[in-house]
């Protein structure tokens, strides 16, 4: 179903939701958005770098393997 939506038709949506909602409500919407979008890239970036600092800190405490002793 919609599959058979082109330009003609998206751009038929766009301009009826730009009547229904005025340019303000819009503009305003898409700022959150914008806002949101950072706010997640900012959280993933700061995970990450939590996950790598103790990835760090478990190796840098993880002991050496003890040698194995042949029985002869």
């Keep these: 179903m919609l ?3 082109g330009l003609p ?3 038929l949506i766009a ?3 730009l009547v229904l ?3 303000g409500k819009i503009s305003a ?3 959150e958005v914008g806002k949101g979008i950072t706010a ?3 959280g993933v970036k700061d995970e990450t770098a939590e996950l790598e600092k103790s990835a760090d800190a478990a190796r840098d405490v ?3 393997p003890a040698q194995s002793k042949d029985k002869a």
């Design 15 to 17: 301009v009826i939701v």
């Design 9 to 11: 038709g998206l751009l």
């Design 40 to 42: 997640f890239k900012r």
């Design 29 to 31: 919407l898409m700022g």
């Design 3 to 5: 599959n058979n939506i």
């Design 21 to 23: 909602f005025g340019r």
């Design 62 to 64: 993880t002991p050496e």
